[in-house]
């Protein structure tokens, strides 16, 4: 019974983690684009992983793009999960408008993405 009570417990704390580190990215995202500072950056990979434990094949793949953007001097480069359509959207060498906090410029977003 002890036992049970432990691994409910890991589950509920695991599942609270999760759903805050997903609020907490939903803030972000929205704090960037009301006060970020916007320059042009420009996609230069694109990366698809295969989902572990996916339930159904359709939803198997994640689609990343990856993204080069200048501020201040300083080059930076992220990644951002996007659609397949997304994905199939912007080829390599396209220039995208991104948001980059100016006091943190690593937290940044691709906004066309």
Do not use: W
Request: with cysteine.
């Amino acid at each position: 019974m002890g036992s049970n009570l432990i691994i409910i417990l890991l589950l509920v704390v695991g599942a609270i983690i999760l759903v805050s580190g997903r609020i907490i990215d939903y803030f972000m995202r929205d704090y960037i684009l009301q006060n970020g500072v916007q320059v042009e950056g420009r996609i230069i990979e694109h990366r698809d992983a295969i989902k572990l434990f996916s339930r159904q094949y359709s939803h198997s793949h994640q689609y990343f793009l990856t993204y080069l953007y200048e501020y201040q001097g300083k080059t930076y480069v992220q990644e951002q999960q996007v659609s397949l359509e997304t994905y199939e959207r912007y080829p390599d060498q396209t220039a995208v408008n991104v948001r980059c906090l100016s006091n943190h410029p690593t937290r940044a977003m691709a906004v066309d993405l």
